[in-house]
């Protein structure tokens, strides 16, 4: 689980980078304002631009990141906690349905209330 939580962040990283670093690069590249050699806020190379901004958007993706994998964290740990306090009566059908393996709400908790005999 924690490899494919890490994964997913890894990909999220470099998605946000991605796409910030296309849509600054069709910026420079589009805008007359920037496009018009003429002008004097015309850039004659996007490329140093768009490496800065590739950068910047990679820390500010791994910050954003960082709290979304801290709540994925989160989320699984409130959701064990449940399942082992209370057999998952609190959780959420959705929820229950995702991470699997659990039985309906009812029928665990008339499981957990039925004594075990001891041999």
């Known amino acids: 689980m924690q ?3 890490t994964i997913f962040v890894y990909l999220g990283k470099l998605m946000i ?6 849509l600054g690069y069709a910026i420079l590249t589009q805008v007359p304002t920037f496009k018009d050699q003429t002008e004097s806020t015309a850039v004659a190379n996007p490329f140093i631009p768009c490496i800065l901004i590739a950068v910047f958007t990679y820390f500010i993706a791994s910050m954003f990141m960082s709290v979304y994998s801290q709540t994925i964290e989160t989320v ?29 709400k009812d029928s665990t908790i008339q499981a957990r209330s039925t004594p075990v005999a001891l041999a």
Request: charged letters at 20%.
């Open 17 to 22: 980078m991605a796409c910030s670093t296309a």
């Open 3 to 5: 490899l494919t939580s």
């Open 76 to 104: 699984l740990m409130c959701f064990i906690h449940d399942k082992e306090a209370t057999g998952g009566a609190n959780t959420d059908a959705k929820l229950r349905s995702t991470v699997g393996g659990m039985k309906d």
